[in-house]
């Protein structure tokens, strides 16, 4: 069966510092991988989607950005934290068409 | 771009009795995809049901049923007998058939509170 973990589930970071967090699929291959972004009290904002390695597409303008080195890795990433960074992070895939969303268990960021 | 409603923030129940959420949502396609989805406390998004837009039959899964109105682009989400394991935000989706990433658009959420 298919599994999607992210990590860390939490994280403490100053303002200015650098940010990753990693998303991986198990048990299939060639998902399309996403980075959504809940802010407290809202909904649900699709930060990048990739449909392969190397294919980025980022939804909104930002201070982040996401990289997939390989098929079922994602990666979330920041140089300089701001923040309006912090949140609650959360890393999906979907494979066939039609098919639903699977969520990882979520990253939650503070930014201090 | 497409976009999803759902104009009740808070939403509370008495255990065993029946509530429905409301989701609007606006397209200029014709066939899409539309999606309940439960965040419980723990945080973990999980799919509750989902419909097609080509299907009139209205979806349903144990006791959570839809109510799916194309016409007026309306999509409410009603469950029956009500418990307290289903105390949760509650998120209305749509997907876009079109596209290759699939990519789902979320409304604001419902916090559900179900009273004993």
């Known amino acids: 069966s298919q599994t999607i973990h992210q990590w860390p589930a939490t994280l403490v970071q100053p303002v200015g510092s650098p940010l990753s967090l990693e998303c991986t699929v198990e048990g299939t291959s060639n998902p399309n991988l996403y980075w959504y972004r809940q802010a407290a009290g809202r909904g649900l904002q699709l930060l990048f989607y990739?449909?392969?390695?190397?294919?980025i597409s980022s939804e909104v303008p930002q201070n982040l950005s996401a990289s997939r080195p390989q098929d079922r890795q994602f990666i979330l990433s920041s140089k300089k934290l701001l923040l309006s960074d912090s949140g609650f992070y959360l890393c999906a895939w979907n494979y066939r068409p039609g098919g639903e969303l699977f969520f990882g268990e979520g990253s939650r960021l503070t930014v201090l | 771009a497409q976009t999803v409603t759902q104009s009740q923030p808070e939403m509370s129940v008495q255990e065993a009795e029946t509530v429905t959420l409301s989701c609007t949502y606006d397209?200029?396609?014709?066939?899409?995809?539309l999606f309940w989805y439960k965040q419980p406390p723990s945080r973990q998004m999980i799919l509750v049901i989902r419909?097609?837009?080509?299907?009139?039959q209205n979806a349903t899964e144990n006791r959570f049923s839809v109510n799916f109105q194309k016409a007026a682009k309306s999509f409410s989400l009603k469950i029956s007998d009500s418990q307290l394991g289903d105390a949760a935000m509650y998120f209305c989706?749509?997907?876009?058939?079109?596209?290759?990433?699939?990519?789902?658009?979320f409304g604001q959420g419902t916090r559900l509170t179900i009273n004993p």
């Open positions: 419909q097609e837009a080509y299907k009139q």
């Open positions: 989706a749509y997907r876009s058939i079109y596209g290759g990433a699939q990519k789902l658009v």
């Open positions: 990739s449909v392969g390695i190397g294919q």
């Open positions: 397209t200029s396609e014709s066939d899409y995809y």
